[in-house]
């Protein structure tokens, strides 16, 4: 790939990136969320078709631009999501759209012997005609490795492929992959997880910001070099880290458990502080925001708010007694996007601002007046519909549907996911100032940086356990990178990555 | 920049929205006055007669009271995002032969057992979509299987008349008369021009409906439910209490309607109300409320309570048969359906 590049409305995801990977090696791409990763290799998987410079495969340029051509060219993607069909069985999943004939009826027996010599290629020996529902999320995991696989690609693509395994299936995977390099495969691997790379990889590319840094052999790399050229320094200066002064305990939660997501979680936040919590997907912390504002039930454990004990038993409770949530999923569960910024921005005070049971959306105007222009929605007409604005002003819209309502306690589920960084700064700075009058703000990220620069203690879960704070003095992004990345009292995919 | 562009297209389809919204409602009846006269042609051409006459006009007025009642609930449970009550029409059958049935006690006791009878229908709709989201048209149809089946087995099959029922004359005159009281009598001297007391209530109720839907926390919370069920949960609103409430405002209607079907026919029976759940649905489709919710308004649901009204006099006074009624109405909901989807789609709203 030479100079390529793509712009998003309002960001450039990938800006002039040269990259090459050659057959039998196994290159791995490194690089935080947003750094223009996944956006590279979806180029070469034809998702786009106005992409700039040039994609050259063995030495001839190639227009890649839908799927089915990406695919002729022998390019193969495992995506961190699965993309099989659940009810169906792994057969037809595996040989989708070329499944085996005889006449016009399908040929039971090849399916068959066919599927069970794909699946054995990964270390699997199922029943080819299970349906995907009926096994494991690992054995789905290998199921989809298999199924591109048998696309006989030339370049196999795999984006957090280890996500779902086990110690022992990455393991297996590793030699696979090995055998892969060794039959001549170029192969793009693409991990948070710098143990697995040091491990897997020949050469390592990282990017940041929709650059590329460098492309070096692992031999000439260290793993504080990687994090250092991952995290860099540019977003540092958007961070004021000024210090706060907190007030008294706001929150205190007491071995609060939710079976099968977390377990004896311990921790206070004080009024104007911002608590960071860090941790995988799946360690658990959506599920803890979650209970404390009475989306679903704990199982044991106490949540104190201003020292008085505090368990909403639906969502309106919570904000009642001044929990507020912001979902990660802002277009399901955070907007609705076919009501007016108006409507969304004051959904959460229509009880507040009913005499009788008479709603009177007027009495809200003078708050949607001064949140639109502190957070700089735009187009500045409350009335237009906020499915049509830009993925930064529909989180700003969504933030401010939970300030308008003035919570004592906000819990912000990735409050930048997918937002420009226009839009994330001034987000950022309202987090800030919400703070600094005194809320208390529950700040779970998967943005290393914002997490860092942001909170003024950083609780580290896993597992559904918390299993380290973190002081503002001792948070830097590599600290915590590393923390996690080299804390070896548990299986390392479990580690959380940020 | 991008946001600019952005902002451009949204205003425009800001201003594209209000204006389809606009024509929607003037639209309704408009196309109301075009049947007019499309009757008063079919007069004046030999199709049809007495479509000019005033008693045609009361049966006309009588009609759409009746539907407008029943339709204006059911456009809550529309609104809510729960598509339809198909339950409808033996809440009305029901509640309409339990009336009869307890006029034997007295009037005021059978109107009681009717809204009973109502709200237990509708509280159990309430119970099951809304707390345990089950399918509304799969649950309501069942439901409405269900009421038959009482019907059927309670009165073995039998027809029960009020006269018959009723203790004293004057029970059975005050049950006649939910049908047939005059609130305003012969206005300038026309008995014709009396206004009933269906037409009374359809009114009041077309008001109170508008009202709630547009200016209490309910129906807020209603149009939030409706658009975005998950976002109207994250933001503290009880979905399931307010998808529960539609359920009961509409079974509430429905046994108004169901009194006032079975005071006009003289005769409790499992038949009264049959239809009314298809005539409802299309009219507030007419109407421009949309099937997926949150969208649309009561006033458009009268003008397509009117419209559905008008059609079925016209081929009534035709002489089309009931069964090629059905089919017409039914190809008149698809068509409907069908634009409302396509005029959603092109403006980026690709949910009908």
């Known amino acids: 790939m030479s100079h390529v590049g793509k712009k998003f409305p309002g960001t450039i995801a990938v800006d002039d990136v040269s990259f090459e990977v050659y057959a039998g090696e196994v290159h791995a791409l490194v690089g935080e969320n947003g750094a223009g990763k996944s956006t590279l290799m979806k180029m070469l998987a034809g998702s786009f078709d106005d992409y700039t410079g040039r994609i050259l495969i063995n030495g001839k340029e190639v227009a890649l631009h839908s799927p089915t051509v990406a695919k002729k060219y022998g390019i193969g993607m495992i995506y961190q999501e699965l993309s099989l069909a659940k009810p169906i069985s792994i057969a037809e999943n595996l040989l989708v759209g070329r499944l085996p004939k005889k006449g016009p009826f399908l040929d039971r027996k090849r399916i068959d012997s066919e599927t069970r010599s794909w699946l054995s290629r990964v270390g699997l020996d199922l029943d080819p005609n299970l349906p995907i529902e009926d096994i494991s999320p690992h054995e789905a995991q290998l199921v989809e490795i298999a199924k591109v696989l048998a696309n006989k690609p030339c370049i196999l693509v795999m984006d957090e492929p280890t996500s779902a395994l086990s110690r022992e299936e990455v393991d297996r995977l590793f030699e696979i992959i090995g055998q892969l390099k060794n039959q001549g495969l170029a192969i793009v691997y693409i991990s948070h997880h710098l143990p697995e790379i040091f491990a897997i990889a020949d050469r390592i590319t990282v990017m940041r910001d929709g650059k590329k840094v460098a492309t070096k052999d692992k031999a000439e790399m260290t793993r504080e070099e990687v994090v250092q050229m991952m995290v860099g320094h540019s977003e540092r200066e958007f961070y004021h880290g000024q210090p706060r002064a907190s007030g008294g305990e706001r929150l205190r939660v007491e071995a609060l458990t939710r079976k099968g997501f977390f377990h004896d979680v311990c921790f206070a936040a004080r009024a104007g502080e911002i608590l960071g919590i860090c941790g995988l997907a799946g360690a658990g912390r959506t599920e803890l925001a979650r209970v404390l504002v009475g989306l679903d039930r704990k199982d044991s454990g106490k949540v104190f708010l201003d020292g008085r004990e505090a368990s909403p038993r639906n969502m309106a409770a919570a904000l009642r007694l001044g929990i507020a949530y912001l979902s990660e999923d802002r277009k399901s569960e955070g907007l609705a996007l076919r009501l007016s910024i108006k409507e969304n921005v004051l959904a959460g005070l229509i009880p507040m601002h009913s005499k009788a049971g008479v709603y009177l959306p007027e009495a809200g105007s003078a708050v949607l007046e001064s949140l639109m222009r502190e957070l700089s929605i735009y187009p500045r007409d409350p009335s237009r519909t906020v499915g049509n604005l830009s993925g930064g002003n529909q989180q700003k819209v969504l933030l401010a549907k939970w300030m308008a309502c003035g919570p004592k306690v906000l819990i912000l589920d990735e409050p930048t996911r997918g937002v420009d960084i226009g839009a994330k700064m001034i987000i950022h700075a309202q987090i800030e100032r919400l703070a600094n009058e005194g809320h208390t703000i529950i700040l779970i990220s998967s943005d290393l940086p914002e997490l860092v620069g942001l909170s003024d203690r950083v609780m580290i879960m896993r597992k559904g356990h918390f299993i380290r704070e973190m002081a503002k003095e001792d948070c830097t992004e590599e600290s915590v990178l590393i923390a996690a990345n080299t804390d070896v009292a548990r299986p390392a995919q479990e580690v959380a990555h940020g | ?352």
């Open chain 2, 1 to 352: 920049m991008a946001d600019q562009a952005i902002a451009k297209a949204d205003a425009r389809s800001t201003a594209q929205g209000r204006f389809i919204h606009f024509v929607n409602v003037i639209g309704i009846y408009f196309a109301a006055l075009l049947f007019v006269l499309l009757g008063f042609a079919l007069q004046a051409a030999g199709v049809i007669t007495n479509f000019a006459s005033a008693q045609n006009f009361l049966n006309i007025v009588d009609n759409v009271a009746m539907l407008g009642i029943v339709a204006v609930g059911m456009s809550f449970v529309t609104y809510s995002g729960s598509m339809a009550d198909m339950s409808v029409p033996t809440t009305m059958a029901l509640s309409g032969i339990v009336a009869v049935q307890f006029l034997k006690v007295g009037f005021w006791p059978a109107i009681a057992a009717a809204f009973a009878v109502g709200l237990v229908i509708g509280l159990v709709n309430a119970v099951v979509v809304g707390r345990f989201k089950a399918n509304p048209i799969i649950w309501t149809l069942a439901i409405n299987y269900v009421c038959m089946g009482i019907i059927r087995v309670v009165w073995v099959n039998k027809q029960i008349y009020p006269d018959m029922i009723a203790s004293t004359k004057d029970v059975s005159q005050a049950f006649d008369a939910i049908y047939r009281l005059e609130v305003v009598k012969g206005l300038g001297g026309n008995p014709l021009a009396s206004l009933r007391l269906p037409l009374v209530m359809m009114v009041a109720i077309v008001i109170i409906g508008q009202i709630v839907l547009s200016r209490t926390s309910f129906g807020a919370q209603l149009k939030l439910t409706g658009s975005a069920r998950k976002a109207a949960k994250f933001t503290g609103v009880n979905v399931e209490l307010i998808t529960g409430a539609a359920f009961i405002v509409a079974a509430i209607t429905a046994t108004l309607g169901g009194l006032t079907v079975t005071s006009l026919s003289r005769v409790g029976a499992y038949y009264n109300g049959a239809g009314y759940d298809f005539r409802a649905v299309t009219a507030i489709v007419i109407g421009g409320m949309s099937l997926s919710g949150g969208r649309g308004s009561i006033i458009g649901v009268l003008g397509g309570v009117l419209i559905i009204g008008l059609i079925n006099n016209i081929m009534t006074l035709i002489g089309i048969p009931t069964l090629s009624q059905d089919m017409i109405r039914g190809a008149i909901f698809i068509t409907v359906v069908g634009i409302n989807a396509k005029s959603l789609r092109s403006l980026g709203r690709d949910d009908a």
